[in-house]
């Protein structure tokens, strides 16, 4: 009898504890997604060099490199708050690009990207969310809420060896990503697609002894 009054007040006690340790820690959702995407690079001055034997066509568009491919990554959606998420993502990307100089230099690459991004939501969910499908055809939706997407990015970059044979090299750049997107909640389920504009630096394959800046638009859809 006396083992059991002094195990009911510690039993009380433990389970109060992790109740309140429960609560504490945010709801964590894991979630896959896939972007396709396109980025430019704009030299400083209309002609110049990226190495001494490259020389750029003179063109009234500035524009010195070009870059396109798809992306598949990995992210978890930690809200914080009613109107804040956290939104760390991990994504391998693979692209081709083209150096548009004379001769003109193409390569492959593959990308790692990491991205720490905040969802901010823009208005309350909204409980009553439709899709349209077509006529006379829709979706309901369990909730609705559109978010600004905010975030510092790192991306890896690794060229093809034939690339890296012309003298070039892999290249580690610093950016932020701004973007706009949907959240859609479907019976347990969510989906949310994604456009974004990112702006990254590097100090390898530099442009005009200036460093390289890239300007990339993505779309994407997430699950989770």
Not at 122 to 132: F, R, T
């Amino acid at each position: 009898m006396k083992l059991q009054k002094y195990m009911l007040p510690v039993f009380i006690g433990t389970n109060l504890l992790g109740q309140e340790h429960a609560t504490f820690l945010p709801a964590v959702n894991f979630g896959f997604c896939h972007s396709v995407y396109t980025s430019m690079c704009f030299e400083a001055y209309t002609a110049g060099a990226l190495h001494g034997d490259h020389h750029f066509r003179n063109n009234h568009s500035g524009i010195t490199e070009t870059q396109y491919g798809f992306g598949i990554g990995i992210f978890l959606w930690m809200p914080l708050n009613a109107g804040l998420v956290y939104k760390p993502k991990v994504e391998g990307n693979f692209s081709t690009a083209c150096l548009r100089q004379a001769p003109a230099v193409f390569a492959t690459s593959f990308d790692l990207c990491i991205s720490n991004g905040f969802a901010i939501a823009l208005k309350p969910a909204n409980a009553h969310g439709v899709i349209y499908l077509a006529r006379q055809m829709s979706c309901y939706l369990t909730s609705k809420q559109p978010y600004l997407l905010i975030g510092p990015k790192l991306n890896l970059k690794k060229f093809d060896a034939g690339f890296i044979d012309k003298g070039f090299q892999n290249e580690l750049s610093f950016g932020v990503i701004i973007g706009y997107g949907i959240n859609y909640e479907f019976h347990g389920t969510n989906f949310a697609p994604e456009i974004s504009y990112s702006i990254t630096s590097t100090a390898q394959n530099k442009i005009n002894d200036s460093k390289k800046v890239m300007h990339s638009i993505s779309l994407a859809i997430s699950f989770f």
